[in-house]
C-alpha cells in the first residue's frame, strides 16, 4: 500500500509541474483510482480521496475538489464512518452550490440522506431526501430518491406517505422502463402495507416484487422478500408458514454470503422458537445470531440482553412448572391409594349390606305374594261392579245422545221463527231468544254429559241420519245424505269430531244461507275420511273478515287442523256454497296403539 501511495504522490509532483490540463488530468486519476478501490479496499481509496483533495485545492480546481470530497464520504461510508462521511459531503456541498451543478447537489442530498438513514436521523434524511427530489425532478434519477424517502417515512413511522413515495417511484420507473426501481418500489410498498397490517395488499405486492426481481435475475432480493413475507405471517400467528419462510431467507442469505441478513434471519427464527416454547432451540438461535455484524452495536447488544433475560425466565418457569406438576402427580398417586383404600373398605361393607338386603327382599317378596292373591280376588270382585257400571253409563249416554238431536232442531226452528216474527211482537221475539239461548246451553250440557258417559260409541253415521231427518221435520229444507266405505275401523273419536263439523255446517246452511236443499257425502278410502256438504242457498265471500261466517267454520278449521286433515270452502254469492272435509286416516299400527 505505502509503495502505491509513494508512486501516486511521485506522478502527481510530476504533473504539477506540466501544463494545467496535466494537473487537472492527475487530480482526476487519483478520484478514479479512489472510485476503483471503494469497494474492495475503502481505506485505500479514502487516502486516494485525500490526496485528490489537497492536489485539487492547490491548484483551484474546485471541480475536483468537490468530486474528491464526494469520492471520500463513499470511502467512509463503505468503512461505517457516518460523521466522517457526512463532513466530506458537506464539504462538497458549497462548491457544487458554486459551481450551478444542481445535478450533483441533488446527489450529494441524496447521499446525506442515506447517511442519516444509517445513523437513524429520519427527519434529516427526510429533509436531505426531499431537496433532491426537488433538484431532480424529471430527472432518470427521481424513482430512486422517492424509493429513499420512502423508506425515511416509513421508519420515522409516516407510513402513509411512504406509501405515497413508493408508488410515485413505481409509476416513474414503469414510464421509464427501469425495471430493477420498479421491482424496489414494489418490494417497498409490500414492507408498507404489511406494516400497516393491510395483508392482502401486502401479499400480493410481495408476489409481484418476487416476479420483478426473478424477471430480472436478482436472486440476491429473494432472501429479504422471504424474511419479509415470514415476518407478516408471523404477525398473523401462522408460525408454520413463518418458519419456512424465515428457512428460506436463511439458506438464501447463506448462499449469497449475507451474514447480515443472516444474522436477522437467525433472530426471527428464534421468536417461532421462543413463541412454541422451544427455549433450547431459542438458545441456539441467540448464541448463533451473538456472531452476526448485524448485532454488534449497542441497541443490538441490548436487545440480545433482552432476548436471554426472557429466554432464561421462559426456562425457569418451564423448569417450574415440570417441577410443580411433578409434586402434583405424588400427590395424587398419595390420594389414589388413599381412596383406592377406601374404596376397598366400602366395597365390603356393600357386599355385607347386600346380604343383609337379598335375606329381607326374600321375606318382601313372600309377602308380596300373599298380598297379591288378596288383591287380585278382590280387583275380580270390582272388575265385575265396574263392568256392570260401564255398561250402564254407555245405555245412559246413548239415551241422552238420542235426545240431542231433536232439541237441537227445535232450538233452529225457534231462531227461524224469531228471525220471522213480525215487528209488533218484539217482546216474543226477545222472549223467544233467551228461550234459545238457555235451550242451547241445555243443549251444550246434555252433549257433554252424553259424551262424557258414551266415549267409545262408533254410531256417528246413525246420529248424522237422524239428526238430518229430525231437522226436516221441524224446517222446511230437504236433505238427502250419503255414506260410502263407511266401516267401524274409522276410530270412533275421530267419527264423533266429523259429526259435529257436519253438525255446525248443516247449522251454518240452515240459519244464513236460506237454502232449500242439503246434499251431504262421506266417503272413506283406505287412507281418508272426506265429507262434504252443499247447498243451494244465497252463498257468501269466503275472503270476507271472519266476523261475517260465524264462529262455526273457525271451530272446523281447529278440529280438521288437529287430525292433520283440510278444509276448504268454495261459494259465491247466489250460487250456494260447498263445504269440504278431509282428514288422513291412522294406520293400522297407530290405530292399535
Request: glycine share 6%; net charge neutral.
Amino acid at each position: 500500500m505505502k509503495t502505491r501511495l509513494l508512486i501516486s504522490f511521485v506522478l502527481w509532483i510530476c504533473a504539477a509541474f506540466s501544463l494545467g490540463g496535466q494537473t487537472i488530468e492527475a487530480v482526476d486519476d487519483l478520484i478514479s483510482q479512489s472510485k476503483a478501490l471503494r469497494d474492495s479496499v475503502p481505506a485505500e481509496a479514502l487516502e486516494f480521496a485525500r490526496q485528490a483533495i489537497t492536489a485539487a485545492q492547490t491548484i483551484g480546481y474546485r471541480k475536483g475538489e468537490s468530486d474528491a470530497y464526494v469520492a471520500a464520504g463513499r470511502a467512509h461510508k463503505e468503512q461505517g464512518q457516518w460523521p466522517q462521511a457526512e463532513v466530506a459531503y458537506l464539504s462538497a456541498l458549497p462548491i457544487r452550490r458554486a459551481l450551478g451543478d444542481s445535478s450533483g447537489v441533488a446527489s450529494i442530498y441524496n447521499n446525506l440522506s442515506s447517511v442519516k438513514q444509517e445513523t437513524r436521523e429520519w427527519d434529516a434524511g427526510i429533509l436531505y431526501a426531499r431537496q433532491a427530489l426537488r433538484l431532480w425532478a424529471g430527472d432518470a434519477r427521481e424513482a430512486n430518491v422517492c424509493n429513499n424517502l420512502a423508506n425515511l417515512l416509513a421508519e420515522a413511522g409516516r407510513l402513509d406517505s411512504a406509501v405515497y413515495y413508493n408508488r410515485r417511484a413505481m409509476a416513474i420507473a414503469r414510464a421509464s422502463e427501469d425495471a430493477q426501481v420498479e421491482a424496489e418500489a414494489v418490494f417497498g410498498l409490500a414492507n408498507r402495507f404489511l406494516y400497516l397490517e393491510q395483508y392482502d395488499s401486502a401479499k400480493w405486492y410481495f408476489q409481484q416484487a418476487e416476479a420483478l426481481f426473478m424477471e430480472l435475475n436478482l436472486v440476491n432480493e429473494m432472501p429479504d422478500i422471504a424474511n419479509s413475507r415470514g415476518f407478516m405471517a408471523f404477525k398473523q400467528q401462522e408460525l408454520d408458514s413463518a418458519r419456512i419462510f424465515f428457512e428460506q431467507a436463511r439458506a438464501g442469505y447463506t448462499a449469497i454470503g449475507d451474514s447480515v441478513g443472516l444474522g436477522y434471519a437467525y433472530y426471527n427464527l428464534m421468536q417461532i422458537a421462543l413463541a412454541e416454547g422451544g427455549y433450547g432451540l431459542a438458545r441456539a438461535y441467540k448464541d448463533t445470531i451473538s456472531q452476526s455484524e448485524a448485532f454488534q452495536d449497542a441497541s443490538a447488544r441490548q436487545l440480545m440482553a433482552t432476548n436471554e433475560a426472557v429466554i432464561d425466565a421462559s426456562e425457569r418457569q418451564s423448569r417450574r412448572a415440570k417441577q410443580l406438576y411433578l409434586a402434583l402427580a405424588g400427590i395424587a398417586l398419595l390420594f389414589g391409594g388413599i381412596l383406592y383404600n377406601l374404596q376397598r373398605l366400602k366395597a365390603q361393607k356393600i357386599v355385607v349390606k347386600s346380604q343383609q338386603l337379598e335375606i329381607e327382599n326374600q321375606r318382601l317378596e313372600a309377602e308380596r305374594e300373599k298380598d297379591s292373591l288378596i288383591n287380585a280376588h278382590i280387583l275380580e270382585k270390582q272388575q265385575t261392579a265396574a263392568d256392570a257400571t260401564d255398561a250402564e253409563r254407555e245405555r245412559i249416554g246413548e239415551e241422552l245422545h238420542a235426545q240431542i238431536n231433536p232439541l237441537y232442531a227445535v232450538k233452529w226452528r225457534m231462531e227461524d221463527i224469531s228471525q220471522h216474527l213480525p215487528p209488533d211482537q218484539k217482546e216474543a221475539a226477545k222472549e223467544l231468544k233467551i228461550l234459545v239461548k238457555r235451550l242451547s246451553q241445555m243443549h251444550s250440557k246434555i252433549r257433554t254429559l252424553s259424551h262424557e258417559l258414551s266415549t267409545s260409541s262408533n254410531n256417528w253415521p246413525t246420529d248424522i241420519r237422524d239428526f238430518c231427518n229430525g231437522l226436516m221435520k221441524i224446517v222446511k229444507v230437504r236433505a238427502s245424505i250419503n255414506f260410502t266405505n263407511i266401516s267401524k275401523a274409522i276410530p270412533p273419536k275421530m267419527g264423533n269430531a266429523v259429526k259435529i263439523m257436519i253438525y255446525n255446517l248443516i247449522g251454518n246452511t240452515v240459519k244464513h244461507a236460506k237454502a232449500q236443499e242439503l246434499i251431504i257425502n262421506i266417503v272413506a278410502d283406505s287412507q281418508y275420511l272426506r265429507a262434504s256438504v252443499e247447498d243451494d242457498g244465497q252463498g257468501f265471500d269466503p275472503n270476507a273478515p271472519a266476523k261475517n261466517k260465524g264462529r262455526g267454520l273457525a271451530y272446523i278449521r281447529e278440529e280438521v287442523a288437529k287430525y292433520g286433515g283440510t278444509f276448504s270452502i268454495e261459494s259465491m254469492r247466489g250460487e250456494g256454497s260447498r263445504f269440504y272435509i278431509s282428514i288422513p286416516l291412522p294406520k293400522p299400527d297407530e290405530e292399535a296403539e
